[in-house]
């Protein structure tokens, strides 16, 4: 499947579009939680067993970007669209049998490594492209695109719980309501497949920079840099610290107060996970847009600094003011969501647009291990917490301070952060682009 080029006059509006549709699509994955409790009940597991699907997910959509992020450049989005249509609803599909029968290894193969191959092509499926369309406002054109992936509970975590409450929270109605997922997304994708293209040339905007000026590094080579590992370690850092509560966030609201007077309903606790899904979203444009005028280093100080502060309210107040604790969660949502979408563009800022899809591919394995490491320390300590006896938000701070601490390590990588050394540099940069379009780029 070549990739699709767009006619003379083609609108690079409509190419946000294309990817929001993929990008909503696998954004359901930010609604795990809302799946947690009847899970639970219904095949008889821990907290730290029911994130093993969403923890598998993230993990192979880290796998998956990185080994695909060169066959998606070669291959185009359309291809790479397709294959994560495929992928994600056939998971879902598995994920339903897997309910139905009461397997929940089929779960974990479904949602978590079939899935998660979707989340992963599917998530880095439009970001080159829309930075060759956009080559004079990255942050924004990326932003619009990941918002989506940051917004898809905002669908789904609110859908999701009303279909629980339809169809029921035993295995069937589990399976009932991740069937209906699957067939819906699949419908809903293939929007994005249908309209997305790839620009005629490198300069789609009058008077626009071209995507290929300046700097270029090759994905093989931007691996062996150390702006790419710093930028591997912020990320991580900033996923580990907002993964931790979104993974576990209907049941966490819940505990929190559940000592208290202000009891939180599962119905409630369904629409804070979609007031963190919003913020998410918003994060993921506004903070990205806010990059374009601040620069990426500033924004990402931000993110890591004042990330820690919302976390150390949390742990000292949380549990006393209902208002604070949702204000400091929807704050660390927005940063972990814009931390996402401004990647991209800070790739493209120290490696150049020639294989920035690669580059981010690779770079998303810093989300895999960040996957496993949120919800595992949150939950696992949680775990624990709860066999010694403690309820409330004391199962939770501990968890909290090693969030802080792992802000605090993130900053400091950012500010590690130096222009790449001349020598990773592709010589003739416009050059090696033009090759790169006709030629297979690097191997993964």
């Not at 619009?144 to 999701?160: D, K």
């Not at 009303?162 to 929007?191: C, E, P, R």
């Not at 120290?350 to 394995?365: K, M």
Request: charged share 10%; net charge positive.
């Amino acid at each position: 499947m070549s990739p699709p080029v767009a006619p003379p006059g083609w609108s690079r509006w409509l190419v946000p579009p294309a990817a929001l549709s993929v990008h909503l699509s696998i954004g359901q994955a930010y609604a795990w939680s809302v799946f947690k409790p009847p899970l639970e009940s219904a095949l008889n597991l821990d907290g730290t067993e029911s994130a093993l699907p969403f923890q598998f997910a993230i993990v192979m959509l880290g796998l998956s970007a990185a080994f695909g992020g060169t066959l998606v450049e070669r291959k185009g989005p359309r291809w790479a669209m397709t294959v994560a249509l495929v992928c994600f609803s056939s998971g879902l599909l598995l994920s339903a049998l897997g309910a139905e029968t009461k397997q929940f290894w089929l779960i974990v193969l479904g949602y978590g490594v079939v899935g998660g191959v979707g989340l992963g092509i599917g998530y880095i499926s439009p970001v080159s492209t829309l930075i060759k369309w956009f080559p004079d406002r990255p942050g924004m054109a990326t932003g619009i695109a990941i918002m989506g992936f940051g917004g898809g509970a905002l669908i789904a975590s609110p859908w999701t719980a009303q279909m629980l409450s339809s169809f029921g929270t035993d295995n069937s109605g589990i399976a009932l309501a991740f069937l209906v997922l699957g067939l819906s997304y699949a419908v809903f994708m293939s929007l994005g497949v249908l309209l997305v293209r790839v620009p005629r040339t490198e300069k789609p905007v009058q008077d626009a920079p071209s995507a290929f000026e300046g700097v270029q590094v090759s994905a093989a080579s931007a691996v062996r840099t150390p702006q790419f590992w710093c930028l591997w370690l912020v990320l991580c850092m900033n996923v580990t610290a907002g993964i931790g509560i979104l993974e576990k966030a209907a049941p966490m609201i819940t505990d929190f107060f559940a000592d208290t007077s202000a009891a939180v309903s599962a119905s409630a606790a369904a629409g804070f996970v979609a007031l963190l899904s919003a913020a998410n979203m918003a994060g993921r444009i506004g903070w990205s847009s806010t990059s374009d005028l601040i620069g990426r280093k500033n924004i990402y100080r931000v993110y890591l600094g004042v990330g820690a502060v919302m976390y150390a309210l949390i742990a000292l107040f949380g549990d006393s003011s209902k208002p604070l604790f949702v204000l400091c969660a929807l704050v660390i949502l927005s940063f972990y969501g814009g931390g996402f979408a401004t990647v991209p563009a800070y790739l493209k800022d120290l490696f150049g647009a020639y294989q920035v899809g690669a580059i981010h591919g690779r770079l998303l394995t810093a989300w895999s291990t960040a996957g496993v490491l949120g919800p595992l320390i949150v939950n696992w300590i949680a775990d624990h917490q709860k066999d010694a006896g403690k309820t409330g938000s004391s199962l939770y701070t501990v968890s909290f301070v090693i969030m802080i601490g792992l802000l605090v390590v993130g900053f400091v990588a950012n500010e590690l952060v130096r222009p790449v050394d001349p020598r990773h540099h592709v010589p003739a940069p416009r050059k090696a682009a033009d090759v790169g379009a006709r030629q297979q780029p690097e191997s993964a």
